[in-house]
């Protein structure tokens, strides 16, 4: 039963962690290319870079979360009880992730735009 649930945890929260990359890595380009209008090998390398980061962060999660306190599933019922709690709390930290990026960059757009504002112009 354990060895199950290991494989369903490892399945679902890497084809989660995929999916969610490439679609930020797809929408982001477009915000990126906007705020990088005059760089474009700029923006693809900030997305690919920040694609990269997300993925390292999001694995070394899934790996570190391997672990089990106490005895484990001993039944499906129990194994679907801790798929929902890893899946669950992984789907956190990526929504988290998700959120923090987009306030950097809406700041970094921010502060690109008004040079009063920003400490790099001036």
Same mark, same amino acid.
């Given at each position: 039963?354990? =060895?199950?649930?290991?494989? &369903? #945890? *490892?399945?679902?929260?890497? =084809? !989660?962690?995929?999916?969610?990359?490439?679609? +930020?890595?797809?929408? =982001?380009?477009?915000?990126? +290319?906007?705020?990088?209008?005059?760089?474009? $090998?700029?923006?693809? %390398?900030?997305? $690919?870079?920040?694609?990269? @980061?997300? #993925? +390292?962060?999001? *694995?070394?999660?899934? %790996? #570190?979360?391997?672990? !089990?306190?106490?005895?484990?599933?001993?039944?499906? &019922? $129990?194994?679907?009880?801790? /798929?929902?709690?890893?899946?669950? &709390?992984?789907?956190?930290?990526?929504?988290?992730?998700?959120? @923090?990026?987009?306030?950097? +960059? $809406?700041? #970094? %757009?921010?502060? &690109?735009?008004?040079?009063?504002?920003?400490? /790099?112009?001036?």
């Amino acid at each position: 039963m354990l =060895g199950t649930t290991y494989l &369903a #945890y *490892i399945g679902v929260s890497l =084809g !989660i962690t995929f999916w969610v990359g490439r679609t +930020l890595n797809r929408n =982001g380009r477009i915000f990126l +290319l906007e705020n990088y209008k005059d760089k474009p $090998q700029l923006a693809d %390398a900030i997305n $690919q870079m920040l694609l990269v @980061g997300f #993925y +390292l962060i999001n *694995i070394g999660y899934i %790996a #570190y979360t391997m672990r !089990i306190e106490g005895t484990g599933p001993t039944n499906w &019922a $129990q194994g679907l009880e801790f /798929l929902s709690t890893k899946i669950g &709390a992984m789907a956190i930290v990526l929504g988290v992730m998700h959120f @923090g990026l987009m306030f950097a +960059l $809406q700041k #970094y %757009a921010q502060m &690109a735009k008004d040079p009063v504002k920003n400490p /790099l112009m001036t």
